[in-house]
T-cell receptor, first 111, second 115 residues
Framework: GENVEQHPSTLSVQEGDSAVIKCTYSDSASNYFPWYKQELGKGPQLIIDIRSNVGEKKDQRIAVTLNKTAKHFSLHITETQPEDSAVYFCAARRRAQKLVFGQGTRLTINP | NAGVTQTPKFQVLKTGQSMTLQCAQDMNHEYMSWYRQDPGMGLRLIHYSVGAGITDQGEVPNGYNVSRSTTEDFPLRLLSAAPSQTSVYFC??????????????FGSGTQLSVL
């Protein structure tokens, strides 16, 4: 089955800098890749997702890139702000299978 | 809309006790699911449902039961609690059985400790 590895487990960046979180997946047939943000004491919230027929997707300061050959996808956050501090989860899924989540990355934005 | 509502927020059980975690959604979503979140392990699927009367097992179903008598409610039952079930539990839903776990809406979680 699918296996998703997420790195790094913790990330600390200065406010205004960029943050990058990377995930690798094992199943070359996976075609759906979402990213969730979990703020303290809350449930995860979908922030962006991408399908395998697209190489990159942007939404304001957030972007996701997908490299199907290398089987990895990344979350890019530009111009980071204090409210970006949270735990971020990636996930991957092939058609008709279940979503498999990465281990999570705790992102801290330092003022 | 309240979204996905979970109760209780916190619970402490003794080994062997049983309890039910409640989950309700007011978005008329067909798909509902339960996940557990453990440190360093991400979110793991326990059980899911694609509609009233239909449930199926996820990755880690042992020790848990579910039922779906209405579209709105999807309770998770722990039959005989064990320390290994200490975790944070999340209920999640999505609008269609066709897309299932795409674009999930999560509740705020139940933190469960089993002593």
């Amino acid at each position: 089955g699918e296996n998703v590895e997420q790195h790094p487990s913790t990330l600390s960046v200065q406010e205004g800098d960029s943050a990058v979180i990377k995930c690798t997946y094992s199943d070359s047939a996976s075609n759906y890749f979402p990213w969730y943000k979990q703020e303290l004491g809350k449930g995860p919230q979908l922030i962006i997702d991408i399908r395998s027929n697209v190489g990159e997707k942007k939404d304001q300061r957030i972007a996701v890139t997908l490299n199907k050959t290398a089987k990895h996808f990344s979350l890019h956050i530009t111009e980071t702000q204090p409210e970006d501090s949270a735990v971020y989860f990636c996930a991957a899924r092939r058609r008709a299978q279940k979503l498999v989540f990465g281990q999570g990355t705790r992102l801290t934005i330092n003022p | 809309n309240a979204g996905v509502t979970q109760t209780p927020k916190f619970q402490v059980l003794k080994t062997g006790q049983s309890m039910t975690l409640q989950c309700a959604q007011d978005m008329n979503h067909e798909y509902m699911s339960w996940y557990r979140q453990d440190p360093g392990m991400g979110l793991r699927l326990i059980h899911y449902s694609v509609g009233a009367g239909i449930t199926d097992q996820g990755e880690v179903p042992n020790g848990y039961n579910v039922s779906r008598s209405t579209t709105e409610d999807f309770p998770l039952r722990l039959l005989s609690a064990a320390p290994s079930q200490t975790s944070v539990y999340f209920c999640a839903s999505s609008y269609s059985r066709l897309v299932r776990d795409e674009k999930l809406f999560f509740g705020s979680g139940t933190q469960l400790s089993v002593l």
